[in-house]
Nanobody, 125 residues
């Protein structure tokens, strides 16, 4: 059974930084895509970033491009989201997810097969 455990969320002032981690277990991820999504209060779950597990290709939502960096450590089965220059509008619950398949569907939450429990990120102004 696949388990995804997120950590690293918290409260930070605008302009600050946080690093989220997502440790995956329960299967091999050599051909998977790992993604981060977020859900703000009263809104839907939005794509943030994704990384191809094997080739390391990355993709970012326009709203975070240049501020967030996704990376993965294959040996640790862990994916990271480095968030810099945080803004109040980044406040949300952040979820990591695994897509057992190609990178082409990386922006679609419905394509992902497994989800973590989420970690809260709050950015104060």
């Amino acid at each position: 059974q696949v388990q995804l455990v997120e950590s690293g969320g918290g409260l930070v002032q605008a302009g600050g930084s946080l690093r989220l981690s997502c440790a995956a277990s329960g299967r091999t991820f050599s051909s998977s895509t790992m993604g981060w999504f977020r859900q703000a209060p009263g809104k839907g779950r939005d794509f943030v970033a994704a990384v191809g597990w094997r080739n390391g290709n990355t993709d970012y939502a326009d709203s975070v491009k240049g501020r967030f960096t996704i990376s993965r450590d294959n040996a640790k089965n862990t994916v990271y989201l480095e968030m810099n220059n945080l803004k109040p509008e980044d406040t949300a619950v952040y979820y990591c997810a695994v897509l057992v398949g190609g990178f082409s569907s990386r922006r679609s939450g419905g394509a992902y097969d497994y989800w973590g429990q989420g970690t809260q990120v709050t950015v104060s102004s």
